[in-house]
């Protein structure tokens, strides 16, 4: 008889090991990144559900459940057959769990946890407030500014602890239970099904999150130690390039270009009235608040100020405040670039609608579609003068723009950067990294069935967890990569500026991939108040 | 049985009739068109509205002369303008009073009256409109332009041959040529030192070359007589006697030799299948 034998090395669940046919996934199920790549060709789709591929009589599933359970079922078997069983437990866990016992039994255990409790009802409903406050539907102030979005993200997860830990500790109540179960009955076998995978992605969430939080205030620690040393050389290098970079040298580009600039003959008139318009935003905006950032007493004051908060909340907070520090200066930047466009893309709209009138055409708007149509001479002589000014004056307003579109994406390249460093520092897979490192069967990322020797009559196959790959931990930055991409490095950028179209992105759609650990909304506080004192009062 | 119904040479309808078929008259028409072929080529072409119509072109290019020796008397000579402007737009006046009714006379009095205004208003941007670029690139793009509006006279009649062979008005009569006119004249008002001179030129750009030639037959003797002294003087003034030899040797040839050449082209060297094309060319749909 010829016969296979499938070796494993039981999942120890307890260290929270398992197998699993699909990869965990670190974020909410709702909020499950599909792959986009899907395949899609025909042919493809036809081998994959072809009888002999596929698989029908799921029986894998309940196999791998029961593989699961292995440790589980040992238990059980040698409570009932404990004479068949040798070997014992150790006295230091016996004792460890009797202390356990007699502690939760205490009156000081009760204290402590509600304390603990009404500590953590309180936190979780001011967190909740400042949550609704801050996305007030007649005006989300969150999307203005990134101190706030920051205050926003710590909000939510500070709203969500309670969740995630209900969530776990349901979990951790049912596996308790499990011993229980001793027959193979059909409640029994359901609950069995659905064990690990369902809790534990919670778990990492969870440890994560308050990883990558105490990791944010180390970084913050570290960094504002380096600028407490260094505060009075900071304090004159900022100073002098804020004058310079936001200031100075832009003064001097809109001055070379009302002078012909690489010898491109501008019209003088136009050309020189942009550039004294653009002169006037800048001293008005200067005077009106960079002259108070830029004086050095006050720059001094707000570098101390940004010492304190990184050490007391994190680096996050610190590079969010640099962030709005920074939109702030180049506000003058952000009114030159969209001025310049709509002027543009006014012009360019003119221009077009006139150019077909200069071909005896007009736009049908009702069927959507260039017309042929015969024009009186008066509106030929208008719109050909116009139309002729319109086209001579082009150069002018194009230098201005392409230039002004330049020093914004400049801009936006720093603010990328910023925003960058402050969602690595906020939603780094940290804790699913390090597990991965220290036991990679505890983050299971589907099996495979290896051949490991021949013996007569016999194939032996060793089942083993392929642990999570780690591009799929980094999903999430990968798709907010290929987004940024392709709103401000693609041909659809380009076109966005040739059109004269704004480029300009709702800064909290684009991270909202990043928040892939919370749900969308707040859970209502007096829903976790129930449910906690519930947990609490049946221990 | 339900008689079929009969072909109709339209793609976008659904009809009971294979993709390849091919409809009987078709290749009646073909058999008949290829013994036409054979015999000599009736001569249907009328030679004398040939020459007609490349004396009123040769007429066109004259009247758009008058742009450049308007633009030479004001920029070069330095003549003051006004009085000119004055007696051309007497003369526009009297001529559309004599001709049109009272109410179209008011419409007229109106659109006049914008095109007035609109030339008045322009006419100080436009004169800083290329102050900065160099007048060879305006000289070239007039050029270009001047050029591009005489290929377009040509390619766009105000009348076409239906069908039938009969002359209609052409529903797609298109303002491009006018339009490419005035931006010209527009190109050159831009060279111009005051507004007077621009407003001037403009308007008398536009009374010559687009409203006269509207209500006068300007291939008519007594008109033509004028146009051709006036243009013949100016660039023997302007040019020498030279130029002005070239240019009559040059409009005697168009007028004289290229009908020939043309009727010759007609006659012998023109496709002979036209005719199935016509008939039998792609249809546009009509949506409306």
Redesign the interface.
């Known amino acids: 008889m010829f016969c296979n034998v499938l070796e494993f090395e039981a999942p120890k669940l307890n260290l929270m090991q398992f197998f699993s046919l699909d990869p965990i996934s670190l974020a909410l199920p709702e909020k499950e990144l599909h792959n986009s790549k899907k395949v899609t060709l025909d042919n493809v789709k036809k081998i994959m559900y072809h009888k002999s591929y596929f698989n029908f009589s799921g029986n894998l599933p309940q196999s791998i459940n029961l593989l699961n359970l292995y440790y589980t079922h040992l238990n059980a078997f040698s409570e009932k057959y404990s004479h068949l069983i040798i070997g014992e437990n150790r006295l230091s866990e016996k004792l460890f769990s009797i202390l356990l016992k007699c502690y939760q039994h205490s009156f000081l255990s009760r204290v402590t946890s509600r304390l603990l409790f009404y500590l953590l009802m309180s936190l979780c409903f001011i967190a909740q407030n400042i949550y609704l406050l801050l996305h007030w539907s007649y005006f989300p102030i969150v999307t203005i500014s990134a101190t706030l979005q920051q205050i926003d993200l710590r909000c939510q997860q500070i709203a969500y602890f309670p969740v995630q830990y209900l969530k776990i500790n349901k979990n951790v109540t049912i596996r308790k239970a499990l011993p229980r179960f001793r027959s193979y009955s059909e409640a029994s076998a359901s609950l069995r099904s659905e064990l690990p995978c369902k809790f534990y992605p919670d778990y990492i969430r969870l440890y994560n999150t308050i990883w990558l939080i105490v990791n944010d205030v180390s970084f913050g620690l570290i960094i504002g130690a380096i600028l407490h040393d260094q505060h009075d050389q900071l304090v004159n290098i900022v100073a002098s390039s804020i004058q310079f970079c936001c200031y100075d040298s832009i003064k001097k580009i809109t001055i070379f270009l009302s002078n012909n600039p690489f010898g491109i003959k501008l019209n003088e008139e136009l050309a020189s009235f942009l550039s004294e318009l653009f002169l006037w935003i800048i001293e008005f905006t200067f005077n009106g608040f960079a002259k108070y950032f830029v004086d050095k007493s006050n720059l001094s004051w707000f570098l101390s100020l940004l010492t304190q908060i990184m050490c007391l909340s994190g680096a996050s907070f610190g590079l969010s405040l640099i962030m709005d520090f920074f939109s702030i200066l180049s506000l003058h930047l952000y009114l030159f670039y969209h001025i310049s466009g709509k002027l543009y893309h006014w012009q360019l709209n003119c221009m077009i609608s006139l150019f077909y009138l200069f071909c005896g055409k007009k736009r049908n708007v009702l069927r959507d579609r260039i017309d042929h149509h015969f024009f009186e001479l008066d509106q030929l002589l208008m719109g050909t003068l116009l139309f002729l000014i319109l086209v001579f004056l082009m150069p002018t307003v194009l230098a201005f723009y392409i230039c002004y579109t330049i020093l914004r994406l400049m801009a936006m390249c720093v603010e990328i950067f910023l925003e960058s460093i402050i969602g690595l520092i906020n939603h780094f897979p940290l804790f699913a990294l390090l597990l991965r490192i220290k036991d990679p069967k505890r983050l299971p990322g589907g099996i495979s069935i290896n051949w490991n020797r021949t013996e007569p009559g016999l194939t032996i196959f060793t089942l083993e967890n392929n642990p999570l790959k780690i591009s799929r931990m980094f999903r999430p930055y990968s798709i907010l990569m290929s987004k940024i991409r392709y709103n401000y490095f693609s041909s659809y950028t380009a076109r966005q500026i040739l059109k004269g179209l704004p480029l300009t992105l709702n800064r909290t759609k684009l991270y909202h991939v990043l928040y892939f650990s919370l749900p969308d909304g707040p859970i209502k506080a007096r829903d976790i108040y129930a449910k906690l004192s519930d947990a609490l009062a049946n221990p | 049985m339900k008689e079929k119904e009969p072909w109709k040479r339209l793609l976008w309808i659904r009809q009971d009739y294979p993709d390849n078929y091919t409809d009987p008259n078709f290749l009646l028409y073909a058999e008949k068109l290829k013994e036409k072929s054979k015999r000599p080529p009736d001569f249907d072409y009328d030679y004398s509205q040939i020459r007609a119509d490349f004396l009123e072109l040769y007429h066109m290019v004259l009247n758009t002369c008058f742009i450049y020796i308007t633009f030479t008397y004001i920029n070069y000579y330095e003549y003051n303008p006004i009085p000119v402007t004055c007696i051309v737009t007497f003369f526009v006046i009297l001529i559309s009073n004599h001709k049109s009714e009272e109410l179209a006379s008011l419409l007229n009095f109106k ?2 009256m ?2 007035a205004f ?2 008045l208003t ?1 006419s100080p ?2 004169k ?6 160099a007048s060879d690139s305006i000289w070239t793009l007039s050029f270009c332009l001047n050029m591009f509006y005489i290929y377009s006279l040509s390619s766009s009649p105000s009348s076409v041959m239906d069908g039938r062979g009969e002359l209609i008005q052409n529903e ?5 040529s ?2 490419i006119l ?2 010209n004249a ?2 050159l008002a ?1 060279r111009l030192i005051s507004t007077t001179q621009v407003f001037c030129f403009l308007l008398i750009s ?1 009374q010559v070359n ?2 006269i030639p509207n209500l006068l037959n300007i291939s008519n003797f007594k008109i033509s007589l004028l146009t051709n002294l006036i243009v013949y003087s100016s660039i023997t003034m302007r040019l020498g006697y030279k130029a002005a030899f070239i240019f009559l040797l040059i409009s005697l040839a168009s007028i004289i030799i290229l009908p020939r050449l043309f009727y010759y082209w007609q006659v012998h060297c023109k496709r002979k299948d036209y005719e199935v094309l016509s008939l039998w060319d792609t249809k546009v749909p009509i ?1 409306n």
Not at chain 2, 128 to 133: A, M, P, Q, R, Y
């Open positions: 659109s006049s914008i095109m609109t030339i322009l941007v436009l800083s409109l290329s102050k900065t670029t797609k009569q298109s303002n491009l006018t339009n005035l931006a527009a190109v831009s536009v687009i409203i949506l």
